[in-house]
């Protein structure tokens, strides 16, 4: 069987994780029926300190249903260059939202408060765009899983509010930032006017990110979801999913960030130009091929003729994500694949 690294989205539900969405009590959510539903987005916002929470289908649409209820038509989102906001929900914000966005530049998606800060300009009407929200991502996928310091996102907040601006948290990942830096929830929650999770990545739910924020604001997101089709009737199915991930699979994210760590060592004892494992802080590993002569699609395409699937994101950027269908034995075969192939 390959060993699939592309992202920890590939997973699949093990057998507890089955029989708990065969045994959930269900109702039709959209009359606000699902019990199973209700309860996990009450779980879910009481873990962050938020007032509120809704299920959404996938981690694009949370995220875009909470910017909107931020910037208004013609006003403006700041976020990183590489944030999954900008660059891989199509447009999503300006197609349906009417968001216009600017972003700002970092290494490895590393925040550092002063970046966003000097590119915001709150109240600019009616020559310039108004700043109305700021957008974090944590942890970064694209700049390799990075942890955004819990010092660096209050600074920021603090900063941004007093402004009259909005922050707004991507935490597909926020799952394995808090795990690796031991960082509660429930402080994530003060610095943030919205927050999307996802329960399919890391946690290994087959479906399912929920959208936290005040009541009135969740009253609001609940509407545009219904208008985007995104009313769903029985989904306790998926929602008892991520009951079981929430129960089971956070705190074994340790065990994905070590292996991650594992192959990062391992590649740098190989080629030092390649990764530097300090960087790699959670279960994303980000491999810079462009020294070794090997594009990304060629690595990708190397590794896949021998059994190991990883993702090529750019012309020599490859990225591995480990997961929790990736044990000690793979990972071991999967370094040794690597070097075979960077040889
Ligand atoms: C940081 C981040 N945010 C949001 C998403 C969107 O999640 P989904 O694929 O469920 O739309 C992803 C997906 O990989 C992600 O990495």
Redesign the pocket.
Known sequence: MAIDLR?D?VTQPSQGMREAIAAAPVGDDVYGDDPTVNSLEERVAALFGMEAGLF????????QLLIRTLVKPGEELLTEER???VR??LGAGAVFSGITTRTWHSERGLLNADAPLALAHESAGPYLVSTTAIAV?N????GGGTIQPISEIARLSSAARNRGISMHL????IWNAHVATGTPLSEFGKHFDTI?V?L??GLGAP???IALSSKERIADVRIWRKRYGGGMRQIGLLAAAGHYALDYNINRLAEDHARAKKIAIALAAHDNSIINPEHVETNIVGLELAATGISAADFAARCKEQGLWVSALGKSYARLVTHLDFDDAQCDEAIAIMKKVLN
Do not use: Q, Y
């Open positions: 992202s989205t959404s289908p996938t981690g694009s649409l949370a995220n944030a999954h906001i891989a929900e991502e942890t970064h996928n694209f991507d935490g597909a990942r999307s996802c399919s990545k479906v399912g990110s």
